[in-house]
């Protein structure tokens, strides 16, 4: 599976880089388990994966970024995006592309 979202480069924190989250053990090892817990039940699996993408992704500094405009203006507010945050812009194709791909994996 596959969902890019953006980071902050972990080892240089020069640049912003791409990253899958289901290259995050523990989320995948959840998301999994949330499935054959919940299988048929596509409402539950959606709460389970909710829950758990907050636990991993959200209000942590090191799954944050800085948004700002370009160019650069004295008044433009810049904004903190965490990698919930990103995920949740398109919330029903991720949840439906991950419910697909548990479907037709079995």
């Not at 979202?5 to 999994?32: A, P």
């Not at 903190?80 to 812009?89: A, F």
Request: hydrophobic share 35%; with cysteine; proline share 2%.
């Amino acid at each position: 599976m596959k969902w890019i979202v953006f980071i902050d480069d972990y080892y240089t924190h020069k640049s912003i880089s791409n990253y899958n989250i289901f290259d995050h053990y523990r989320f995948k090892e959840d998301c999994d388990k949330a499935y054959k817990e919940c299988k048929g039940n596509k409402e539950e699996f959606e709460k389970r994966v909710k829950r758990d993408l907050a636990y991993y992704f959200w209000s942590k500094c090191e799954w944050e970024i800085v948004i700002s405009g370009w160019p650069p203006r004295k008044d433009f507010k810049e904004k903190k995006v965490s990698v919930y945050d990103q995920v949740l812009l398109n919330w029903d194709v991720f949840i439906d592309y991950l419910w697909r791909e548990y479907a037709t994996s079995k």
